[in-house]
């Protein structure tokens, strides 16, 4: 099976602060993303990577970094902490198929508040 | 702009019965369709996906789902429901031009005993 971890479960951190989110796979997919989940919203996607160093801005971008040093490893980066950005965030990952019928497999999720 | 809709926020139904969780979509071409799953407190777990072929998807869980094209439609289903079903069910669907999900905003299962 698939395992994709992340970091932290709960997270509390205070505005301004940088935070460092961390999500790990070990099924050597080449694609991974970060998305954030809030209430009626569905998910939006942050930043996807389709290899190591390689990145790409999804719908909501702003306030957000993110580094792929590893093929297995996609860190989330908020530079300065800010209470809007209290939510949920998933990270998914999967394998490059052909015509894109690869599924995504998701972490259990981190619930950050900022104060 | 491209968009999926789950038009209800909640279903509720009997456990025993069958149940329906609905999603439309507006992309453009032949995209593939997904449903996932969220159990409380867990993260999304895939339940089934729509490439091509046979209309009547199969999943995890007892789950199918039902492509119409004319409609733009992907609606999950469940002949006899379970409490254990009771979570957020999403719709998404993948253009084929690129590696994004379009994703719905959600529905709340809730099966009664």
């Known amino acids: 099976d698939v395992k994709v971890t992340q970091s932290s479960r709960y997270l509390v951190k205070r505005t301004g602060e940088k935070v460092f989110l961390e999500c790990v796979q070990d099924?050597?997919?080449?694609?991974m993303f970060w998305y954030r989940q809030d209430p009626g919203l569905g998910l939006r996607l942050i930043y996807f990577?389709?290899?190591?160093?390689?990145?790409e801005k999804g719908d909501i971008p702003e306030g957000y970094s993110v580094s792929r040093e590893k093929k297995e490893r996609f860190s989330l980066i908020l530079e300065s902490a800010s209470t809007n950005q209290t939510s949920m965030y998933l990270c998914?990952?999967?394998?490059?198929?052909?015509?894109?019928?690869?599924?995504?497999?998701f972490g259990p999720g981190t619930r950050l508040t900022v104060l | 702009a491209q968009s999926v809709a789950q038009p209800e926020d909640q279903v509720n139904v009997a456990e025993g019965n069958p149940l329906t969780v609905k999603c439309t979509y507006s992309?453009?071409?032949?995209?593939?369709l997904f449903w996932y799953v969220q159990y409380p407190n867990r993260g999304l777990q895939f339940l089934l996906k729509y490439i091509t072929g046979d209309n009547l998807v199969k999943g995890s869980y007892g789950f199918e789902a039902e492509f119409n094209k004319s409609q733009t439609s992907f609606h999950l289903k469940k002949p006899s429901a379970l409490v254990s079903d009771s979570a957020l069910y999403f719709c998404?669907?993948?253009?084929?031009?690129?590696?994004?999900?379009?994703w719905g905003a959600g529905t709340k299962l809730i099966i009664k005993p």
């Open positions: 998914a990952s999967s394998l490059i198929l052909s015509g894109g019928t690869d599924t995504q497999y």
């Open positions: 990577s389709y290899d190591v160093k390689m990145k």
């Open positions: 998404a669907v993948r253009p084929h031009s690129n590696y994004q999900l379009i």
């Open positions: 099924m050597d997919h080449e694609n």
């Open positions: 992309v453009s071409g032949n995209p593939y």
